[in-house]
């Protein structure tokens, strides 16, 4: 019979990976991230060694990832994800980024979303500031889900 590990959480801030205790204190980490002119960010848990039968299909670690964001300058990509996988990518209806706004060339070359899926980087933040507190994704966003 196995043991069961205590979910551990963590925070990758440009390709630098950090363990917290929860959610919540993650945040001082992520607000700090806000400061820097461009970067990615993603959380995820490590709920711990997967069953028995299911490291048979190659599954070691149980891992559920929450977030993914990247920025440039003003701009940013944030985009939610559910337990298998699925993605949420959010879209401010509130704050839009004007048509006629041009976007960072290098952001927008690495992987290519439609202009909608681009938010303000304030916004976005606050978004994952929220789910950090909440552990739910923010409902003043619109999602476009991506299995």
Same mark, same amino acid.
């Given at each position: 019979?196995?043991?069961? +590990?205590?979910?551990?959480?963590? $925070?990758?801030?440009?390709?630098?990976?950090? @363990?917290?205790?929860?959610?919540?204190?993650? /945040?001082?980490?992520?607000?700090?991230? /806000?400061?820097?002119?461009?970067?990615? $960010?993603?959380?995820?848990?490590?709920?711990?060694?997967?069953?028995?039968?299911?490291?048979?299909?190659?599954?070691?670690?149980?891992?559920?990832?929450?977030?993914?964001?990247?920025?440039?300058?003003?701009?940013?990509?944030?985009?939610?994800?559910?337990?298998?996988?699925? @993605?949420?990518? +959010?879209?401010?209806?509130?704050?839009?980024?004007?048509?006629?706004?041009?976007?960072?060339?290098?952001?927008?070359?690495?992987?290519?979303?439609?202009?909608?899926?681009?938010?303000? /980087?304030?916004?976005?933040?606050?978004?994952?500031?929220?789910?950090?507190?909440?552990?739910?994704?923010?409902?003043?966003?619109?999602?476009?889900?991506?299995?």
């Amino acid at each position: 019979m196995e043991t069961l +590990a205590e979910k551990r959480f963590f $925070l990758e801030i440009d390709e630098s990976e950090t @363990e917290f205790p929860s959610l919540i204190s993650m /945040k001082s980490s992520v607000l700090e991230a /806000k400061w820097r002119g461009s970067g990615s $960010l993603c959380a995820w848990v490590d709920h711990g060694p997967t069953p028995w039968w299911m490291r048979l299909f190659g599954a070691r670690r149980d891992t559920e990832s929450f977030f993914s964001l990247r920025w440039r300058g003003s701009h940013a990509c944030l985009i939610f994800l559910d337990d298998n996988g699925s @993605e949420y990518r +959010a879209i401010d209806e509130k704050y839009p980024i004007p048509l006629d706004e041009p976007l960072s060339e290098a952001m927008m070359s690495e992987d290519p979303q439609p202009k909608e899926e681009v938010m303000r /980087k304030d916004r976005s933040f606050l978004a994952i500031t929220e789910f950090l507190d909440s552990g739910t994704r923010p409902a003043w966003l619109r999602y476009r889900f991506v299995e």
